[in-house]
């Protein structure tokens, strides 16, 4: 499975935006990138996912490259609610292959 | 979202007894469900895929017969680990797999976890 790279950890402030990002270089063609998110003591909830376009929801926007070799998950205004670690997951289209975790970026917040 | 279910939340067991985590997928029938081990500050690892009424297939270094795997029907699959040890305490986290119709794709969902403490 193609490989991502995130920050270990992020600080952002109440009520300000945060842009996490993750490194997909040796993504393929079929690869849809999928983050999501989990909260302390919980499973891990889905944020958002993407192929080739950004994509919005009512959680998050994503916003992938153009060469799709990196991606950004924006929550356009974080809440402590939000503190949690957010994982960037490669999975190729149609796959039957399980979710694969990586070690996540750590989100802080602070009020 | 889909709802995936797990119980107990937590446990306390002694040593050497076995202990059995129930997964459930509430609103939808899943193709496929997936135990997860995550220790403290760590990541989680896939512990082992399970296929309703065939067994169960373990990854690398997981031992079979110490994590007992019975998935009975497309909504229900159990976790039961035996003989519990110390270092068997960690968050056990099913996940259940659904084809969406609307999208012909395959979406994967989380239960809760179950966290275990083996004294």
């Known amino acids: 499975d193609a490989k991502t790279t995130q920050p270990n950890s992020m600080e952002s402030n109440e009520e300000e935006p945060v842009h996490l990002p993750c490194n997909h270089s040796t993504i393929s063609g079929t690869d849809y990138i999928h983050w999501y998110r989990q909260l302390p003591s919980q499973g891990p909830e889905y944020v958002i996912h993407g192929l080739t376009s950004n994509v919005n929801n009512r959680m998050a926007s994503l916003a992938i490259a153009e060469d799709r070799k990196s991606s950004t998950l924006i929550l356009h205004r974080a809440t402590l609610r939000d503190a949690a670690v957010y994982y960037c997951?490669?999975?190729?289209?149609?796959?039957?292959?399980?979710?694969?975790f990586g070690s996540g970026t750590q989100l802080t917040v602070l009020p | 979202g889909a709802v995936v279910s797990q119980h107990p939340s937590r446990v306390i067991c002694k040593s050497g007894t076995s202990v059995k985590i129930e997964c459930r997928s509430l609103?939808?029938?899943?193709?496929?469900m997936f135990w997860y081990r995550q220790f403290p500050k760590q990541s989680l690892m896939l512990m082992a895929t399970s296929n309703e009424g065939s067994k169960a297939t373990y990854e690398q270094g997981v031992e079979k017969d110490k994590f007992l795997i019975n998935h009975a029907s497309l909504t229900l699959s159990t976790l039961t680990v035996t003989s519990a040890h110390p270092e068997d305490s960690s968050f056990y986290i099913c996940?259940?797999?659904?084809?969406?119709?609307?999208?012909?794709?395959?979406?994967?969902?989380f239960g809760p976890g179950t966290r275990l403490l083996v004294l």
């Open positions: 609103d939808f029938q899943a193709t496929t």
């Open positions: 997951i490669l999975k190729p289209t149609g796959s039957a292959r399980q979710l694969t």
């Open positions: 996940s259940a797999r659904v084809r969406d119709p609307n999208i012909g794709r395959e979406t994967q969902y």
